[in-house]
């Protein structure tokens, strides 16, 4: 349970963010919105791998296909939602970006991971 507070957290603030009515750029952040996507998504994946990693017991590559598909979905789903926000509009190229800082989060953990195997890096308490 411990890392599941921290990853809904990330999630509802990046949610709350990209669904925030228009009028500024990533929710009022100075950055331009693909580069916000890129960063939300890639601190959406690095708080769900740890939740996934200690709550069931799968092979890398499982979890990565588990973050991978949350990740998505979630991209998908808020560009959809974006259409019903005033002054916001979805955009495929979001989503794009978005899948792209997703497969940065995973990338950064498989890395992690095959440090941790080879005893390069400890691993954190569950």
């Known amino acids: ?8 957290a990330v ?6 963010l990209v669904l925030s009515p228009a009028g500024t ?10 580069l916000a996507h890129l960063v939300a ?9 740890p939740a996934v990693a200690v709550t069931v017991r799968w092979s890398r590559a499982s979890r990565a296909a588990a973050v991978l598909g949350a990740c998505a979905s979630y991209a ?3 560009e959809l939602l974006q259409g019903l926000v005033p002054g916001r509009s979805a955009e ?4 794009v970006a978005d899948l792209a800082g997703a497969a940065l989060g995973v990338l950064t953990w498989w890395l ?3 440090r941790r195997r080879r ?5 954190p308490a569950p």
């Open 1 to 8: 349970m411990r890392w599941w507070i921290p990853c809904l």
């Open 11 to 16: 999630w509802f603030v990046v949610g709350w």
């Open 25 to 34: 750029s990533a929710g009022g952040l100075p950055i331009p919105d693909k």
């Open 41 to 49: 998504w890639l601190g959406l994946a690095l708080a769900a791998w």
């Open 76 to 78: 998908v789903a808020t």
């Open 92 to 95: 495929a190229l979001d989503a």
């Open 112 to 114: 992690i991971e095959a």
């Open 119 to 123: 005893g390069e890096v400890p691993r």
